[in-house]
């Protein structure tokens, strides 16, 4: 069974452009969590999308964006990029709302996002 | 917002060595998990105690949680280089899991 796939593995940017990041659950997951992990700041939660909702929102500006398509699979966007957006982007998977509240995550292995 | 925080940052040890990190939370919890992220790459589920239990062992690992001091540890018995990675527990409140820094362990032959 696929695990949860992220594309693309690095982008490189510049300043004021915009990255989009794709995600792919394990199939049968229907919860998407996009987190950042940047250099010396751990793992920050982005965004929380269930049944094609965005359900919890974490403290980044609205430049961050994203949506769930109807199979589940989610893009994450991010606006006029500023270098300190520089990070891995990970995205992580769960059955549904409850158990991704409760339960384990299935990460992928991330997108590096690199703006010069 | 980040929940966890993980003490030390950095442990260093030799192999056969046990490994103990230790994380501290402030808001009640659902129950607490622990991950693996191996340099850089995605990070992989070792083992989830929940709020009404005390301790829980998964070969290696053994996990305390103290929800009186908002406290956990994560032990790793006879530690082998492949352990090397970066732990970090996570604490789930009913939205999202939330995580801490974590702590980066070396493990040299």
């Known amino acids: 069974e696929a695990g949860v796939t992220q594309s693309p593995t690095h982008l490189i940017k510049t300043r004021g452009q915009q990255a989009t990041l794709r995600c792919s659950p394990i199939?049968?997951?229907?919860?998407v969590y996009w987190y950042q992990q940047a250099l010396g700041l751990g793992l920050q939660f982005l965004l929380w999308?269930?049944?094609?909702?965005?359900?919890n929102r974490g403290n980044f500006p609205p430049r961050f964006s994203g949506r769930q398509f109807p199979n589940y699979s989610s893009e994450l966007n991010v606006n006029a990029l500023e270098l300190e957006d520089s990070a891995l982007y990970l995205c992580?998977?769960?059955?549904?709302?409850?158990?991704?509240?409760?339960?384990?995550?299935?990460f992928g292995e991330g997108s590096r996002l690199t703006v010069l | 917002s980040q929940q966890g925080e993980e003490d030390p940052q950095a442990l260093s040890i030799q192999e056969g060595e046990n490994a103990t990190m230790n994380c501290s939370y402030k808001?009640?919890?659902?129950?607490l998990q622990w991950y693996r992220q191996n340099s850089g790459r995605g990070l992989v589920h070792l083992i989830l105690?929940?709020?009404?239990?005390r301790e829980k062992h998964s070969g290696r690992l053994r996990v305390t949680l103290d929800t009186s001091k908002k406290s956990s540890s994560l032990l790793i018995t006879a530690s082998r280089a492949a352990d090397t990675a970066s732990y970090f527990c996570?604490?789930?409140?009913?939205?999202?899991?939330?995580f801490g820094k974590g702590t980066s362990l070396l493990v040299t032959p």
């Open positions: 105690i929940r709020s009404n239990e």
């Open positions: 992580a998977s769960s059955p549904g709302a409850l158990a991704g509240a409760t339960g384990e995550l299935f």
């Open positions: 199939s049968g997951h229907t919860s």
């Open positions: 996570a604490t789930g409140s009913g939205y999202a899991l939330n």
């Open positions: 808001t009640s919890i659902n129950n």
């Open positions: 999308y269930d049944e094609g909702e965005e359900r």
